[in-house]
């Protein structure tokens, strides 16, 4: 089956496409924008602040948000439930940067069957993210994938030292 995704972190529609999943991404943050393509996919999420303010602006929004333990952004679970997704890609580390885990699993709450799994990246070291690109491939049927695409990045860096 080929996997239907849906992808809520920047670095992880980027970990989608360089894994070879480019052409099963359905739908995207509105903080995705690469590579080149990904823009053209459904949105699925908005801030809830206005992101053109000046940077004491969106601070003040975003610590009023926070204070009131709200979500800086918004899930549309309707688009969301429209995608059919297998697999939903957020993250675990910030909920000021983007989407949280939290709120992904709050648009998924009411869904009965066919839920999509759930991947969420929690790098907080560079080893980590090659063990997110693992995660991910693995959540997508391709483990392979994900080992030779930490290979491959790794090498690249240790060239450039």
Not at 8 to 25: D, K, M, R
Not at 129 to 148: I, M
């Amino acid at each position: 089956m080929t996997p239907r995704i849906v992808s809520l972190l920047p670095s992880a529609t980027e970990i989608a496409c360089a894994l070879g999943f480019a052409g099963a991404l359905v739908g995207r943050s509105h903080e995705c924008d690469f590579p080149a393509g990904v823009e053209a996919l459904p949105v699925c999420t908005s801030p809830k602040l206005d992101p053109a303010g000046s940077a004491a602006e969106i601070h003040r929004a975003v610590s009023a948000l926070v204070a009131e333990g709200l979500s800086v952004y918004r899930v549309d679970e309707e688009l969301l439930r429209e995608l059919s997704p297998t697999h939903v890609l957020t993250q675990v580390h910030c909920e000021v940067c983007a989407v949280s885990l939290g709120d992904v699993e709050a648009a998924l709450e009411s869904w009965t069957g066919g839920r999509p799994r759930i991947v969420a990246l929690a790098s907080a070291s560079l080893d980590d993210v090659f063990v997110d690109f693992e995660r991910v491939a693995e959540a997508l049927g391709a483990p392979g994938r994900g080992r030779s695409l930490a290979t491959d990045v790794r090498a690249r860096m240790s060239s450039v030292e």
